[in-house]
C-alpha cells in the first residue's frame, strides 16, 4: 500500500502477488483473494494493458460471496472506464451498483455510479449519468466523507458541463476542490 500512495504502482502490484501467494501457503483464502483485489488496484494504474483485464476477470470468476463480487466489479469497472472502454464499463457497472444496492453499500455504489456516469458521458448519454448521479447528492452530502464529496461533485461537475451547464459546473468543481483541499490532496485539487 505504501509503495502505491508513491504511485510506485509497479512495485506495488509485485509485492501484492507475492502477499497472495502467501496467504495461500498460510491456508488464508479470504487474504489471498484480499491481495489480489488490492494487486488489481494496482495494476489499473501500473498497466492499461490486457493483464490487468484478465486477472480481474479471472478473480471475478473466482469471487466466492457478493461482497467479493463486489469489490472485483469496483475495480473492474474503474479499469474500464480509465481505459475509455465505455460501453463494457457501463455493462459491467450496472451489474455491480445492482449488487452494491442489494449489499446496502452507499460507499461502492457511489463510487460506481461516478465510473459509471463517466463512462456514460463518453457516450454521449449525458442525461443518463444525471439520473444517475442525482439521487446520491443527499446521501454523499450528509453522510458520506470528504473523499466521497469530492468524487461525486467532481462527477456531478464534468456531468454538468457535458450537459452545457457550465456556471453549475462551475459551482461543482469548487465544491470538489474544497472537499480535495480538506483531504490534503493538492494533487486532486489541480485536477478539479
Not at 455504489?109 to 448519454?125: E, I, P, Q
Amino acid at each position: 500500500r505504501r509503495a502505491r500512495q508513491a504511485a510506485r504502482t509497479q512495485e506495488s502490484a509485485a509485492l501484492f502477488d507475492r502477499a497472495a501467494q502467501a496467504f495461500d501457503s498460510a491456508g488464508m483464502p479470504e487474504e489471498r483473494f484480499a491481495a489480489r483485489c488490492e494487486r488489481g488496484i494496482s495494476l489499473v494504474y501500473a498497466d492499461f494493458g490486457d493483464q490487468a483485464k484478465r486477472e480481474l476477470q479471472d478473480l471475478m470468476a473466482v469471487a466466492g460471496s457478493d461482497a467479493q463480487r463486489l469489490r472485483v466489479g469496483r475495480v473492474l469497472v474503474d479499469l474500464l472506464s480509465e481505459r475509455s472502454e465505455s460501453l463494457e464499463a457501463v455493462q459491467a457497472g450496472e451489474a455491480a451498483l445492482a449488487q452494491a444496492r442489494r449489499l446496502g453499500d452507499h460507499d461502492a455504489l457511489l463510487r460506481l455510479a461516478c465510473h459509471v456516469a463517466t463512462a456514460l458521458c463518453r457516450l454521449g448519454r449525458a442525461g443518463d449519468a444525471m439520473t444517475l448521479l442525482l439521487p446520491l447528492q443527499h446521501w454523499v452530502d450528509t453522510q458520506g466523507d470528504d473523499e466521497l464529496r469530492m468524487l461525486w461533485h467532481g462527477e456531478w461537475a464534468a456531468t454538468l458541463g457535458h450537459l452545457g451547464r457550465l456556471r453549475e459546473a462551475v459551482a461543482a468543481y469548487d465544491e470538489a476542490r474544497a472537499a480535495a483541499r480538506r483531504i490534503g490532496s493538492p494533487d486532486a485539487e489541480g485536477r478539479l
